[in-house]
């Protein structure tokens, strides 16, 4: 298949260099999950770190419409990556994308950013309900995910893993990851709250949460406590289903350990 890589203007990093770093990826590297869908791994290219997605090849519609209608996972994640930047919204840097395709189909895809040192997710917050800060944080947070929505940043993947979170002496920083389902356009009240629902199902999340949100966006805490609560339990009962029937219809599949 033939590759195209395209570099950020900013990067240091080079083609071949890329393209060598590839060559290693299935052989190296530090695995960043499980890799039962997408694959990341953390690589070092000339002694500075960097994180490498490959996203799962598409099926075989989808070979088609990335390769001639719609722009890859790989590509979305570059650009939007841009845009935060430009918004003031922090994600790890953006260095590069590749693309492998045939003529008529489109194969693997590799999005790479600089990587980031951080502290912990949003996921402590659900595990560990009683670690330092854990007010302070939450609302910050909250503060962090309204200026998103002011700035017309719909997140998408807007789950406990997808905001990476480092302390500094003022407070906290925020940076977005996993880029690729993005929508920018001026977000209702309903799709504000809806887009905290994949967060967690606490209540006691929420309703810090929403106590805060209410503030920001000027609103009863009792009406921004219940749709969000609302948004919550659709999403929970949601997931339940499909998990369910995923269990159910597709038990022959394999993950990887």
Request: net charge positive.
């Amino acid at each position: 298949m033939a590759e195209k890589v395209i570099i950020h203007k900013n990067s240091s990093l080079k083609t071949k260099a890329v393209k060598e770093a590839l060559d290693r990826f299935n052989n190296e590297g530090e695995l960043i999950g499980t890799g039962y869908r997408n694959v990341i791994k953390v690589l070092e290219v000339d002694g500075v770190k960097y994180n490498i997605k490959a996203f799962k090849v598409p099926n075989v519609i989808n070979k088609i419409v990335y390769r001639f209608f719609r722009k890859s996972k790989a590509e979305r994640s570059f650009l939007y990556a841009e845009k935060l930047l430009y918004n003031g919204i922090l994600t790890p840097s953006p260095e590069a994308y590749v693309e492998c395709f045939s003529l008529f189909v489109f194969g693997k895809s590799y999005y790479i950013s600089k990587q980031l040192d951080y502290d912990f997710t949003i996921r402590k917050l659900i595990d560990q309900p009683q670690c330092e800060d854990y007010d302070s944080i939450l609302r910050q947070f909250t503060q962090f995910t309204f200026l998103l929505h002011e700035k017309g940043i719909h997140f998408l993947d807007h789950s406990p893993g997808n905001t990476l979170i480092k302390k500094e002496n003022d407070g906290y920083k925020f940076y977005l990851v996993d880029l690729n389902r993005m929508e920018f356009k001026t977000l209702s009240d309903d799709e504000r709250y809806a887009n905290f629902a994949r967060l967690s199902p606490k209540d006691y999340m929420l309703d810090i949460i929403s106590e805060e949100y209410a503030k920001l966006i000027n609103r009863p805490h009792n009406e921004v406590r219940e749709r969000m609560y609302y948004f919550s339990e659709k999403f929970s009962s949601g997931f339940k289903r499909k998990e369910a029937f995923k269990k159910k219809y597709y038990f022959w599949r394999s993950k990887k350990n």
